[in-house]
């Protein structure tokens, strides 16, 4: 996700298809007390949507923060770098930690900076929505270890070694090659363990998955992706992998993203199997929510699919798009395109029956966990 996209929003919110599935008309479904009490976490999005007339480094609109408030939100691991290997990564990924912050001090009722466990309660009890700084690559490093603590003073508390294509870490899950990690990758691995950076490996190559598993001294995250048994496309994530993860204590996000089916639109079916399937392999303690998404809710206008198809065929010509991307299928779930749609999907999952208790692991209580044993 583009930090445009990120931090750049729209309040519109509209469906190009406006009917959900009624799962289990008979069941109750999951109140906006129990939602109201629950932790909630999106392991990987933003606040903002897309909005094609502003600026990548435009201020939130009121809109953008209006949602934010009405979310529903405790925290939500905002990406700050620029993925893919290029120049400037460095530097650019400071600017986009300045965003953040600039957003954090215009709006200090509405979020908040979070660098450890405790922030989350602190976050939750305040009505803020706390922002978690993450990476998706570590292009920005060039290399010199160093930098970690750097970014780790600097706020940050989740990195992935590696995005799609082959760094100095490792390889993405696109490399035909599958090399895994290299000496580098493993020493990076031992520096985000001894600062309590969590480890995030969406992205990875199979073998950069397994390798990190073993190699990291603590749980781990995948924080946004499906399963490949469902759908078999370099971005999801094979079962060997998601059990190995839960073994270790670690926790896979599914996310809204047309990965989930093998072409066309994915919805809330869609979404739904995937999670039953990630909770029957790695239990309903090691599984929760990545939506890889913008936290406003988009209109699904001509001006958004101009939008998209530029996104898509930056990405095919910088060489890190994935197969099941498309300039004609949306980065979200049709029927969870609003800033409310973790209340939505909690409801759809209780009308199928799902506990409470296992909607409010699957919602942000995993991840929270996670969090907190990592970040202290």
Avoid at 132 to 145: A, P, R
Avoid at 210 to 237: F, W, Y
Avoid at 244 to 250: C, Q, V, Y
Wanted: charged share 25%; aromatic share 6%; net charge negative.
């Amino acid at each position: 996700m583009k930090r445009r996209e990120l931090l750049a929003g729209t309040t519109a919110v509209a469906a190009l298809w406006s009917a959900r599935s009624t799962w289990g008309a008979g069941a109750a479904g999951y109140s906006e007390k129990e939602y109201s009490r629950a932790i909630v976490i999106d392991g990987l999005g933003g606040p903002g949507g897309v909005h094609p007339d502003l600026p990548e480094d435009a201020p939130l609109t009121d809109g953008d923060v209006a949602d934010a408030r009405r979310s529903g939100l405790t925290a939500v691991n905002v990406t700050v770098n620029e993925v893919g290997n290029g120049p400037d990564r460095y530097e650019k990924t400071v600017k986009g930690i300045g965003l953040i912050e600039r957003e954090i001090a215009n709006h200090p009722d509405v979020f908040l900076k979070v660098v450890r466990g405790e922030d989350l309660a602190l976050a939750r009890k305040s009505g803020r929505l706390g922002l978690i700084y993450g990476f998706q690559d570590t292009s920005m490093l060039e290399g010199d270890l160093s930098r970690v603590a750097v970014f780790h003073n600097l706020g940050v508390r989740i990195m992935q070694p590696t995005y799609n294509r082959r760094n100095l870490m490792g390889d993405g899950c696109l490399e035909e090659a599958d090399g895994g990690l290299s000496h580098l990758g493993y020493e990076f691995i031992a520096e985000v363990n001894r600062l309590r950076v969590l480890l995030d490996l969406s992205h990875a190559g199979r073998k950069v998955i397994e390798q990190g598993i073993r190699a990291s001294k603590v749980p781990m995250a995948i924080t946004h992706t499906g399963c490949r048994a469902l759908v078999d496309v370099p971005r999801n994530t094979d079962d060997a992998s998601l059990k190995a993860l839960a073994d270790r204590g670690g926790v896979a996000g599914i996310y809204f993203m047309p990965f989930l089916r093998t072409s066309g639109q994915p919805h809330a079916e869609d979404l739904i199997r995937h999670l039953d399937h990630a909770v029957s392999v790695c239990g309903e303690d090691h599984v929760g929510l990545g939506t890889d998404g913008t936290l406003s809710g988009v209109e699904l206008n001509q001006a958004y699919w101009t939008v998209q198809r530029k996104f898509v065929e930056d990405r095919l010509k910088a060489g890190i798009a994935a197969p099941g991307e498309a300039t004609d299928v949306a980065n979200l779930i049709p029927e969870y395109n609003d800033a409310r749609r973790f209340f939505t999907l909690a409801d759809d999952l209780a009308r199928r029956g799902w506990s409470a208790a296992r909607i409010d692991k699957i919602l942000g209580g995993n991840f929270a966990r996670l969090f907190a044993q990592v970040w202290g």
